[in-house]
């Protein structure tokens, strides 16, 4: 996949993986494209905690809010279907004016590293920071901000047009998603 448009729109999110690990050469690219994002005054006051055993990644997950427009939890991935990769952003606060859009542009950049390489996303903003701060064991200055789950996708996901102002994705019997997005001529004005 090396046409970075074709990389960025079909950038999806999965919540469902299969259990090939992630290999070591593509997680170091993910984090690479962390450390190298666009930061406000090159203040880089991100951090990354990065699990990859499965133990670890379970005990992340249990912290984790799935798929909240999905009723009854049924975009919780089952144990067999977790992620098999699991960053948490952190921030550090002693770093003085640290900023969300740091955050957003390095997380864009990672999970678009790792869907260069086939490996799909899904970020995690509705995570129990506090324990997960607790599981990290992390000093007062690193708070949590942002989970990336990772792994190989279980599961398609399609993005179909925005129908009567109805945003909220779907499941189908079979797992796969379907993202309503807005066409361009509903959110673009021209000079
Ligand atoms: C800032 C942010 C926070 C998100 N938090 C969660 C989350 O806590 N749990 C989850 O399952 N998905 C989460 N997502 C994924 C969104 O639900 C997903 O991006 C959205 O439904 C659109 O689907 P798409 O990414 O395929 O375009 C988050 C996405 C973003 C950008």
Not at 24 to 47: K, P, Y
Not at 85 to 96: C, E, G, K, R
Not at 157 to 169: A, Q, R
């Amino acid at each position: 996949m090396d046409n970075i448009m074709n990389v960025l729109c079909t950038r999806r999110t999965f919540r469902a993986f299969t259990q090939e690990p992630v290999p070591e050469d593509v997680v170091t690219d993910i984090l690479e494209a962390g450390r190298l994002a666009n930061c406000g005054v090159n203040r880089q006051s991100l951090r990354f905690a990065v699990a990859s055993k499965p133990e670890d990644v379970a005990k992340l997950c249990e912290l984790t809010k799935w798929a909240a427009a999905i009723p009854d939890g049924a975009g919780t991935p089952a144990p067999e279907q977790r992620p098999t990769l699991y960053i948490v952003v952190l921030q550090d606060t002693s770093v003085p004016g640290h900023s969300d859009i740091d955050v957003g542009i390095a997380v864009a950049s990672m999970t678009t590293a790792a869907w260069a390489k086939g490996v799909g996303s899904c970020i995690i903003g509705t995570l129990h920071r506090e324990k997960t701060a607790q599981l990290l064991g992390l000093p007062e200055n690193l708070q949590v901000h942002t989970g990336i789950a990772f792994g190989y996708p279980a599961h398609k996901s399609t993005v179909v047009p925005l129908e009567d102002g109805h945003k909220n994705y779907w499941r189908d019997e079979n797992g796969d998603y379907f993202v309503p997005k807005y066409a361009l001529e509903d959110i673009v004005r021209y000079l």
